[in-house]
């Protein structure tokens, strides 16, 4: 049995260290750059894909999907929505990896906060998602969709909101400066922390019997 409490300790720390080790490989990137940080740049900074904070991300999500199917498994009330969460957690570590979501962009020629014109479809499946969820977490235990609904908050916050400065930034001094570096480790450090907490969330949410 996993207890949630150390679980949580151990998650937040290990986004502690991956966090700072990729903030300051993006500033020493930046202001001191030189032979070995070039090679660790793309390896640890939140900026780049593919590397280890990508993995670690990817980890939580699909984490996350298992421990939802768990509960789903169990065939609790509303044990679909469950499986429907499993699902769009899979598939949100999936697009960790492979970028996805990149597919949805370019299409609308957008500037500004909306550089990144994905986020326009995507905020709006995220909508359409909540208001289709919004009866499931209503009959949640109040401990559940508290922490749920925070967790939420936190990783939609990164991933989606904070997409808004990263675009106007972009726009107007383009993705290889400092500040697309400190903006997008907000982001990422963001989805980080609320992937972690919902994983908290669905460890600690009781299996209810068939």
């Not at 150390?6 to 990729?22: F, P």
């Not at 930046?30 to 991300?57: I, M, R």
């Not at 909306?114 to 289709?132: E, H, N, Q, R």
Request: with cysteine.
């Amino acid at each position: 049995m996993i207890d949630p409490q150390v679980l949580r300790r151990r998650l937040l720390a290990a986004i502690s260290v991956t966090s700072v080790l990729g903030l300051a490989i993006e500033i020493l990137h930046a202001e001191a750059p030189g032979t070995v940080v070039d090679a660790l740049t793309p390896v640890l900074s939140l900026s780049y894909e593919g590397n280890v904070p990508t993995w670690f991300s990817s980890a939580l999500l699909l984490s996350c999907a298992l421990a939802a199917g768990s509960i789903a498994a169990a065939r609790p009330p509303m044990h679909r929505h469950w499986w429907g969460m499993a699902l769009v957690a899979g598939y949100m570590s999936l697009d960790e990896t492979a970028e996805l979501h990149e597919h949805l962009g370019g299409h609308l020629h957008t500037s500004g906060v909306l550089y990144f014109d994905w986020v326009i479809p995507a905020a709006a499946i995220v909508a359409v998602i909540g208001a289709l969820y919004l009866p499931f977490v209503r009959a949640l235990a109040e401990v559940t969709r508290r922490r749920l609904v925070i967790a939420a908050a936190i990783y939609i916050g990164g991933a989606l909101v904070m997409e808004l400065p990263l675009g106007a930034w972009t726009d107007a001094h383009g993705a290889e400066t400092l500040g697309y570096g400190l903006i997008d480790w907000v982001e990422e450090t963001m989805e980080m922390v609320g992937a972690a907490l919902a994983l908290v969330a669905l460890v600690a949410h009781p299996k209810e019997p068939r």
